[in-house]
């Protein structure tokens, strides 16, 4: 319809004013629905039209049929322009019978699919050619006869292979070339350097590998160089590079580029960004930062560089500062406050020492990061970080003392773990009530934590208050419909019952109050969290009996750590929870993930395993284990537990466990560590645990266990100390001899020891045996161990990113396509 109504008007034009073949529709942006021609006999007077602008309508599409037309009866059209246009239905053949006479051709984000014709890129006229982001476009270069004219050449993903063909060397014409994302290879072509009339290059996230030929210094007029993310670029960046005086933007990171940032780059007075990070560069940082006085983006983060940070003039432009992942060392300058321009600044995991002094509310008025965490510097902040704009901060891992400093109030990120503060947390840190991360862990903070944490801001996390001093009770302020996921208080000694708010937590996942001094029963009406995946109730004093009430229904169904050792529970095992802990049953997929990576937080917790404890940095969902060790219960290993099929580490140990080993063990097949010691178990050990193939510790010792040790697979790795101070246990790798007539077989009472036996609840023999060749050991549970201390998580990556990253922010700008 208005497509009609455009066209008319133009008409119009062309009779009043005799346009002749000057005339054009630009119907750019103006939300065009569809695009139909259903004025055939009008289209003698648009014969006309020189030029067709239908780009930048959103939503709509063109049908071959119509294209055919515009290219058929439009004969002095010579600019085409359908940017944006859903052309995911034309077939490319149509463009066959584009007019020799066309100078512009620009169809990116089209949807096209399928071959490009090669004619398209002989057009004899042609100056002007985008096809740019059309994934499911296939183009073949050339070898011969390109549009000589060609000023704008844009292919970016679109689909390539090979190398760069020889015949492009002769496009002499070409200002900008832009072939990002082709999966093009090879060397960076020495032909480049005929093109002296480029102002804009950008070869990246394609595979160039080499060197940057040496005929780039012929490329006088660029102001735009882009290699980044070819990952084989390498050698060291040739002086020449600062003759290139025009460039104002250069991206050289992700590459394998190696020797000392040339000094040379201090002539680029124009640069404005300069991304280098993700390289090999050693050395020290030449006088860039200081001498270029439009420079407004510096990534120079993860590179081998040394020395000091410079210092800064008054009227320097940075806004983003990126110097993380290096290998700086001494203070900061105090000239850094000259920097009034700086959103982001980011010296993390560098070996920076000395006191920064943070105490006026000095310029940094537009400082929305500020990264330095990782080093070694002795910050002073009297009460409170000043930058009224700070988003994110990080101050891990440092050497940060004296009080806690109250972040602003805009903040949303907040990371001071593992450093040495003292004193109370400030109740005023209640008024940052946009916090999303609070992390303040590993620190000796005390005094009570203040009611207002469990309420004071809705769009909270993460709070992460472990390895402190705190005492006190649990705030119990948590109101519904908070956001919370991730819930530390490990390693406090905090007192008192769980606050019952928790309960309004219904987005909990992780649940840590480990290592505490909380007197309470089991806090059954934690059932209903259906998120929760980790509880860790550990070395407290909780008691009374768990999980043997009668009612029934879905409770820690997502679960995958349960860690409540260390307390005075009694009774029977929580058979109801075994029956119900889905998330140990079976496995959600192929998919490794590790909790919480959507958050800019980590989780971790503290396992037991083989005996001492290890921190897991990140929670890998596949991880699984139960610890119910150092408590009172008794009675029997109920069978159920054989359901838990992925289950890898089980501790029932120092309890008062009586009865036989449960048969259905030996379906837990991928167990890794088991440990019954110090129980009251009788009977022999079930022959069929050797079908446990990734079993690489096992502990029965402390029992009455009697009869032959199995032998063959993994048993054979075991120890005697896996087997001390039972009654009658006989056999290797104890010295105690069998008597030759003592049956192998496990005695068949074991089979009916329990009503809801194995067998009944469909879980036989044979599919466990299967598939079992070789008792092949993988090594115990050490495979969920990441650290991420010295590179920064992904998501972080993804916070900070610039213009190195392709999703990053912000984002480099292409320029405008030209109007002619
Ligand atoms: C493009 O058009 C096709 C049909 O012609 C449709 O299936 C597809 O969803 C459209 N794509 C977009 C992104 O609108
Ligand atoms: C090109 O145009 C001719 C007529 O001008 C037509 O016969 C032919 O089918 C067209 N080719 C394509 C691929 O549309
Ligand atoms: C580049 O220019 C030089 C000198 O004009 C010429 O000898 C060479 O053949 C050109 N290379 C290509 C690939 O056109
Ligand atoms: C904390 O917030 C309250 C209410 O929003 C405000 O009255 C008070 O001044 C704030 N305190 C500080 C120190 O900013
Ligand atoms: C938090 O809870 C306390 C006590 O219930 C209440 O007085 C206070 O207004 C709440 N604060 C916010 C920010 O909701
Ligand atoms: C099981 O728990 C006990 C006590 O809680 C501990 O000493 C032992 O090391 C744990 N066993 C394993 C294999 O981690
Ligand atoms: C098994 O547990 C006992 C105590 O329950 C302990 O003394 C022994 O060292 C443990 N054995 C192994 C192999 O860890
Ligand atoms: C356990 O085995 C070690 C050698 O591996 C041996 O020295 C020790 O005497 C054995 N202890 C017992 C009680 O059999």
């Known amino acids: 319809m208005l497509l009609s109504v455009v066209m008319e008007l133009v008409l119009i034009l062309i009779q009043r004013w005799n346009l002749g073949g000057r005339a054009l529709i630009a119907a750019r942006g103006m939300g065009l629905r569809v695009i139909e021609l259903r004025v055939p006999l009008e289209l003698s007077h648009l014969s006309q039209l020189a030029s067709l602008d239908l780009s930048k309508n959103d939503g709509v599409s063109l049908k071959t049929s119509v294209l055919n037309r515009l290219v058929q009866n439009l004969t002095k059209l010579r600019e085409l322009h359908l940017d944006q246009v859903n052309m995911s239905s034309v077939s490319l053949s149509s463009l066959m019978n584009l007019s020799s006479s066309f100078t512009s051709l620009t169809l990116s984000d089209c949807f096209l699919c399928g071959r490009l014709p090669d004619h398209i890129f002989r057009l004899p006229n042609l100056r002007e050619l985008s096809l740019a982001r059309n994934p499911e476009l296939t183009c073949f270069f050339p070898m011969v006869n390109w549009s000589q004219p060609l000023r704008l050449l844009d292919v970016s993903s679109t689909i390539h292979s090979g190398e760069l063909p020889k015949s492009m060397g002769k496009l002499n014409l070409l200002e900008h070339l832009i072939l990002n994302e082709c999966k093009f290879n090879g060397s960076i072509p020495a032909w480049l350097g005929n093109l002296t009339q480029l102002t804009f290059l950008d070869l990246s996230s394609n595979n160039f590998g080499g060197e940057i030929p040496s005929s780039v210094k012929n490329l006088k007029a660029l102001s735009y160089l882009d290699l980044k993310l070819n ?3 390498s050698g060291k960046l040739p002086m020449w590079l600062g003759n290139l005086t025009r460039v104002t933007k250069l991206f050289l990171g992700n590459n394998s580029f190696t020797g000392q940032i040339p000094s040379s780059l201090s002539n680029l007075k124009d640069l404005t960004y300069l991304g280098l990070r993700y ?13 270029l006085t439009k420079l407004t983006h510096a990534w120079l983060s993860y590179n081998q560089l040394t020395g000091q940070i410079c210092e800064f003039q008054l009227g320097n432009s940075l806004e983003f500062l990126m110097l993380n992942g290096n290998k700086l060392y001494g203070s900061i300058p105090k000239s850094i406050s000259n920097l ?18 943070i105490d006026k509310p000095t310029k940094f008025n537009e400082l929305q990061g500020l990264d330095l965490s990782y080093n070694s510097m002795l910050l002073s902040i009297k009460n409170r970080l000043p930058w009224k704009n700070l988003l994110y901060i990080d101050l891990r891992k440092n050497l940060l003392q004296g009080k806690l400093p109250v972040p602003p109030s805009s903040s949303e990120i907040f990371f001071i773990s593992e450093n040495n503060l003292t004193g109370n947390i400030p109740s005023m840190i209640c008024n940052a009530s946009s916090l999303r991360v609070l992390d303040i862990s590993h620190n000796r903070l005390g005094g009570t934590v203040p009611q207002c944490l469990g309420n004071f801001s809705n769009d909270l996390v993460v709070m992460d208050l472990r390895m402190n ?16 996921t991730t819930l530390v208080f490990n390693g406090n000694q905090l007192e008192g019952q769980l606050p019952k708010s928790l309960v309004n937590c219904t987005k909990l996942e992780v649940l840590d109050l480990g290592n505490n001094k909380i007197i309470d029963f089991f806090p059954s009406w934690l059932e209903s969290l259906p998120e929760l995946k980790v509880l860790i109730l ?42 119900n802990l889905n998330a140990m049953m079976t496995s959600e997929g192929e998919n490794l993930q590790y909790l919480g990576e959507s958050n800019y937080y980590q989780d971790s917790v503290v396992v037991t395993q083989k005996g001492s404890e290890i921190e897991l940095q990140r929670i890998l969902n596949i991880f699984t284990t139960i610890d119910l060790s150092s408590n009172k219960f008794e009675g029997k290993i109920p069978e159920v537990l054989g359901r838990l099929t992925i289950l890898r580490l089980l501790n029932l140990s120092h309890n008062g466990l009586t009865g036989h080993i449960p048969l259905s063990l030996a379906n837990l097949s991928a167990l890794e560590s088991i440990d019954l010691s110090s129980n009251k178990l009788t009977g022999e050990i079930p022959m069929q645990l050797t079908s446990l193939t990734f079993l690489a510790m096992l502990n029965l010792s402390q029992n009455q266990l009697i009869g032959p040790i199995p032998q063959g697979k993994q048993f054979d790795t075991f120890e005697n100390d896996s087997y001390y101070g039972n009654l009658g246990l006989c056999g290797l790798p104890l010295s105690i001899k069998c008597r030759t007539d003592a049956s192998p077989l496990p005695s068949p009472s074991i089979f009916q020891e329990d009503n809801d036996s194995m067998f009944a609840s469909g879980f036989g023999w044979k599919a466990v045996l299967m598939g ?37 922010w912000p984002n480099n700008q292409r320029p405008r396509r030209r109007r002619s």
């Open 231 to 233: 990952q084989y670029l």
């Open 469 to 484: 001093n705190f005492h006190g009770t649990i705030p119990d302020t948590f109101v519904k419909e908070n956001q919370l």
């Open 538 to 579: 550990k070395s407290n004093r909780f008691h009374g009996p768990i999980g043997n009430h009668k009612s029934s229904g879905e409770f820690f169904t997502k679960l995958r750590i349960l860690d409540l050792s260390h307390n005075e529970f009694s009774g029977l095992l929580p058979r109801n929870y075994f029956q």
């Open 772 to 808: 079992y060749g070789c008792g092949f050991v993988f090594g115990l549970a050490m495979g969920y161990v990441f650290w991420f201390k010295t590179e920064k998580p992904q998501w972080l990556v993804r916070f900070f990113d610039g213009g190195n990253g392709k999703t990053g």
């Open 279 to 291: 390289n090999n560069f050693g050395g020290r940082i030449p006088d860039l930062l200081t001498n």
């Open 340 to 357: 009034v321009n700086l959103q982001y600044l980011d010296i993390s995991s560098n070996d920076l020492s000395g006191i920064v002094e």
